[in-house]
């Protein structure tokens, strides 16, 4: 169930969300993401960063944004990430982004288990995508997510775990 827990702060992005297959685990500075992808491409995730070295000063800097890397349990393999960041003042809403560069069945599984696990920790969840990436926008909304805002470039997304729960894809990996 995803009933909201009241959790303190530090208990909110532990140190491992797994399942029997895959697992998140806290970026490592070491991890490179941004160079398995076209520049491009990077930017539909992240804007204004340009390498992972600059991804890495960024994350060690702020206190908003946390990042996760997808990795196999079998044999420990990268496959994808994600990064959260704090919307409002109190913590309580949060946007996630990322993306996968190998296994996407593995991905979306691992893409369910995160906004499980922050809807369950009591979050209102949220993504955005550019309206030039139509993959990011299936996607979102294959898992649940559900358009509440458009710009001229962009869309708002949210998502609950009513939504979530009886995506056909959270049935196909935790039911």
């Not at 702060?9 to 297959?21: F, G, V």
């Not at 420990?76 to 996968?100: L, N």
């Not at 691992?110 to 209102?124: A, D, F, N, T, V």
Request: charged share 25%.
């Amino acid at each position: 169930s995803c009933r909201g827990k009241k959790v303190c702060k530090e208990e909110i992005m532990p140190s491992l969300i797994s399942d029997n297959l895959i697992k998140w685990v806290p970026y490592d500075k070491d991890e490179k993401i941004c160079e398995r992808y076209p520049i491009d491409n990077w930017h539909q995730a992240v804007h204004d960063i340009d390498s992972d070295e600059a991804w890495a000063a960024f994350l060690s800097e702020s206190t908003i944004v946390r990042c996760y890397v997808l990795k196999l349990c079998s044999n420990d393999k990268s496959i994808a990430f994600v990064y959260t960041m704090q919307e409002d003042i109190k913590g309580k809403i949060i946007s996630i982004h990322g993306g996968g560069w190998e296994n996407p069945f593995m991905y979306y599984r691992g893409y369910i288990l995160m906004i499980k696990y922050l809807l369950e920790s009591g979050l209102k969840v949220r993504t955005y995508c550019q309206l030039s990436n139509p993959a990011a926008i299936r996607f979102s909304r294959s898992v649940g997510f559900v358009p509440y805002r458009c710009t001229e470039d962009e869309v708002f997304m949210w998502i609950s775990c009513k939504r979530l729960t009886s995506s056909k894809l959270y049935g196909r990996f935790y039911k």
